[in-house]
């Protein structure tokens, strides 16, 4: 099992920077890529970005790509989402999510929800114009 604790969430003008972390804790025996996924009230759950174990593969929404950078540090167990340049319409709820990989293996975890194993509990994204 793995649990994942989002932080970092909050309300920041249009323009402005967040930086989301995801810390994992729990028994775990192997690697595991991450994902961040984000709802907005009404829509569907979507992908945001993602990265493999080694941090060496990352992969991101066309809506994201150039904003947000996803990064992180295995000696912490945490994984972290850089927001800059945030506008309205990337308020949401972030989740963050954990797929089971093989040890090593470069997979940067896959763009769709049911690809992952474990999933955080959310954390609030308000960003007013």
């Known amino acids: 099992q793995v649990q994942l604790v989002e932080s970092g969430g909050g309300l920041v003008q249009a323009g402005g920077s967040l930086r989301l972390s995801c810390a994992a804790s729990?028994?775990?025996?192997?690697?595991?890529?991450m994902g961040w996924f984000r709802q907005a009230p009404g829509k569907e759950r979507e992908f945001v970005a993602a990265?493999?174990?080694?941090?060496?593969?990352?992969y991101y929404a066309d809506s994201v790509k150039g904003r947000f950078t996803i990064s992180r540090d295995n000696a912490k167990n945490t994984v972290y989402l850089q927001m800059n340049s945030l506008k309205p319409e990337d308020t949401a709820v972030y989740y963050c999510?954990?797929?089971?990989?093989?040890?090593?293996?470069?997979?940067?975890?896959?763009?769709?929800?049911?690809?992952?194993?474990?999933w955080g509990q959310g954390t609030q994204v308000t960003v007013s114009s």
């Open positions: 999510a954990a797929q089971i990989v093989p040890l090593g293996s470069s997979w940067y975890g896959g763009s769709e929800g049911y690809e992952y194993d474990y």
């Open positions: 990265i493999s174990w080694s941090g060496g593969s990352t």
């Open positions: 729990g028994r775990t025996f192997s690697s595991y890529a």
